[in-house]
RNA sequence: GGGGGUGUAGCUCAGGAGGUAGAGCAUCUGCCUUUUAAGCAGGUGGCCGCAGGUUCGAGUCCUGCCACCCUCACCA
């Protein structure tokens, strides 16, 4: 039992005494006037007004000075400084004060408003409650909480202790709302397709199983929510779009976390260029919104999101870079030259896989700026359209930032001939071992056989667009609760 | 999975070459009625990640394990 540190047992000590003078030290409620904010908003109509405030939050700091006090408390929108005076509030409060209340405690007080000799906004506190007692001592008040492994494990405590930590989390919402205010104004449909799908499909990676108990059926965590947006554009529904959890049991880095968040969209009657042309619109109209700018600072390199971004075929950029122009040869030639770059390009199984690894490994890192590479291979890109003009190339682009993928979008496939063709190749790679290669979805066939309009899709990451726009380092600082290995008792 | 690193008080961190466990903040006791990392004086607080080993003696050296971080590989 008491084998508490002293530290937290002082704590259960006051909440004894708290109970021994009949104060309730875990509230119903509080009556507030004001929010921190608002009391420094409308201070001018406040200061020697006589109007009394009530304001809540955490008690965040204290700094006594024998018969008076100051402290701060924190609620939703910042801070607001405190003082308070035995003269004022008498023997009973002071000492309640003093004695019984912790750093970490909720409380509420009431009071005039004024300004101290420093010029610092406060309240000069007539009563004072507790609202509920703090159990156990908070991280330093000058360094925070600074393990990565607490911080992640307990976010509260890192949304407390780190305010830079709660404003990345606010632009995250920023972002999506800037998302839909964007898409919902160019006349697209938000909805929702399921996350629990028979079949996985709509990208490559490795599913999440699960079981459905009441039809005894093997079930997946979706990947991707390509197949079933498609199937609204067949509906009739001509402009969609979904912020979607996807999951994928795949490895975990900076980079990774196997749930995460992207956008889809899809519109009738586009094409990748038109997509293209939309999204760079799209994309500086969210920057814009999340960082009251275009110019953004990412890991010390300048990046604007200015439209419109650079625009490059993968084959003439890596023919550029490398100096070897794919175009033309045949796989196995393909591996050669790749080889002869230094690339290992061993577990390739195709021309597509072999020249976008030679893409990935020796260009990619180097499109800091916004940059759309058009034009990737027809055999990595089953869900695109073959190029118009291009033999071998689909109508595909990427978009990278910083060095990194954030969004991928296509001139969608919409001849159900080729598209099974699509998949019988993908089921010729799944035999071949390839285990993130998804199966054959006939329900999906059968809907494009009703005919499916021309159709310009995309997808965005929202987790590496979010770290990119809070320059944050690993995707554990944009997810509130990012996966963690439960610890071992 | 490979390589590198970290784990010591509630928090942030020191502990040189094996010899009784340290600081700041917090906490506790005094003093202090406009401070803001308030101040002054004094005190409490430790399974040194876990389990073994070497040694007269291990926070320190060795082995194994656990968690986390960085990095490479993998991952559209």
């Known amino acids: 039992m008491s084998e508490r540190p002293e530290i937290i047992q002082a704590r259960y000590d006051k909440l004894s005494k708290l109970q021994e003078l009949n104060i309730t030290a875990f509230a119903y409620k509080f009556h507030r006037t004001h929010l921190s904010a608002e ?4 201070y001018t109509e406040l200061e020697g007004s006589g109007e009394k405030v009530r304001v809540a939050g955490r008690l965040m ?4 000075h024998g018969k008076s006090s100051f402290g701060h408390i924190w609620d939703n929108d910042g801070k607001i400084q405190f003082y308070i005076k035995y003269d004022i509030v008498g023997e009973e409060q002071y000492n309640f004060f003093k004695k019984l209340l912790d750093i970490g405690d909720i409380i509420g007080i009431e009071g005039e408003v004024f300004k101290t000799k420093t010029g610092e906004i406060t309240v000069k506190v007539e009563k004072i409650e507790i609202l509920s007692k703090s159990l156990l001592p908070l991280p330093e008040k000058w360094h925070g909480l600074v393990d990565k492994e607490a911080r992640y494990r307990q976010r509260y405590l890192d949304l407390i202790s780190n305010p830079k930590v709660k404003e990345i ?3 995250r919402t920023k972002m999506y709302k800037a998302f839909r205010a964007f898409l919902d104004s160019q006349g697209f449909l938000e909805v929702e397709t399921p996350i629990l799908q028979p079949i996985y499909g709509g990208a490559f990676a490795k599913p999440f199983q699960t079981h459905l108990n009441a039809l005894d059926l093997r079930m997946y965590l979706r990947i991707a929510d ?18 979607c959890k996807d999951f994928r049991n795949e490895g975990v880095d900076r980079l990774h976390n196997p749930e995460f968040t992207q956008i889809e969209l899809y519109s009738a009657y586009w094409d990748y260029r038109d997509m293209m042309d939309f999204t760079e619109r799209m994309l500086e109209f969210v920057a814009g919104e999340v960082c009251g700018t275009t110019e953004i600072e990412y890991e010390g390199r300048a990046i604007s999101f200015k439209a419109p971004f650079k625009r490059v075929s993968m084959l003439e950029v890596t023919a550029e870079k490398t100096g070897v122009d794919f175009r033309g040869m045949d796989y196995a030639e393909a591996k050669k030259y790749a080889e002869s770059l230094g690339v290992d390009v061993g577990g390739k199984r195709n021309w597509g896989q072999v020249v976008e690894e030679v893409f990935s490994e020796l260009v990619q890192a180097d499109l800091v700026q916004p940059t759309f590479i058009t034009d990737f291979p027809a055999d990595i890109s089953p869900l695109a359209k073959p190029h118009r003009d291009k033999p071998g190339l689909s109508e595909r682009f990427e978009g990278y930032i910083a060095g990194e993928e954030v969004f991928n979008a296509f001139s969608e496939l919409n001849d159900p001939i080729i598209q099974r063709e699509k998949f019988a190749e ?19 066939l059968t809907a494009m056989e009703y005919g499916m309009p021309p159709t310009a899709g995309l997808g965005c990451g929202l987790d590496r667009l979010i770290m990119i726009l809070t320059d944050s380092h690993s995707i554990r600082e944009v997810i509130f609760f990012p996966l963690m290995k439960p610890e071992e008792k």
């Open 39 to 42: 009391i420094k908003d409308k």
């Open 61 to 64: 700091a204290i700094r006594g």
């Open 169 to 171: 989390f606010i632009k």
């Open 426 to 444: 993908l089921q010729k790679l799944r035999r071949l071992g390839d285990e993130e290669a998804p199966p054959i979805d006939e329900d999906f």
């Open 226 to 243: 390509e197949l079933y947006l498609k199937r609204l554009i067949i509906g009739g529904f001509e402009k969609v779009y979904e912020i």
